[in-house]
């Protein structure tokens, strides 16, 4: 059963990034819960053949049961650029930011597509839970070249690059930004004019 979330999101929340929420719904962990807010965009630009969307590739982090030495080949992860909201920042605004930091194109909301929220749990240093919500917005393409990022960036991202808006949602890793694309591409079809 999903847990009703209401008219949760990162508008209604408290400022602070650093509280955290009762996970009422897990009987066997009544504890608290670290809550996170991301934002994030799918940046389109208009190609030849149509639409294209911004994506990245994700630095992976080394399966701590994977041989030494021993190179295992695995498939290309793909994701939408996002990130934690600053604080004083606006989810928009990060969205903005994160395309930029982590694509290396600069963008303009078009319009706010979705908030997904979901619980992960911590891979490095506490492995805590954490209740994540990212809002996604519409972004469209203004100036910059894919794939030039700051050198600090490549701790986090291996590559950025435009793939056709009508591939994403099969190419992309996680399903919820597949949803996401789903709405820009039903956005897309009501808004001509974009």
Sequence with gaps: MAQAWGSVTPETLPRSASLAVTNSHDPDNL????????????TLRRATEGWEIAVIEPQKEPSPSAPVGKKKSQKVLLALPKGLVDPGERPEQTAIREVWE???????????????K?????????NERVFKIVSFYLLRYQSGNIDEISPEMRIEVKQ??????????????YRGERDVVGRALAYLKSHPEV
């Design 160 to 173: 950025a690059r435009w793939i056709p808006l009508e591939e994403a949602g099969r190419t992309l890793a």
């Design 31 to 42: 504890g608290r819960m670290v809550r996170e807010i991301s934002a994030g965009g799918v």
């Design 118 to 126: 979901y619980v992960y749990v911590r891979s490095w240093g506490d």
């Design 102 to 116: 982590e694509t290396g194109i600069t963008a303009t909301v078009v319009a706010k597509l979705a908030d997904i």
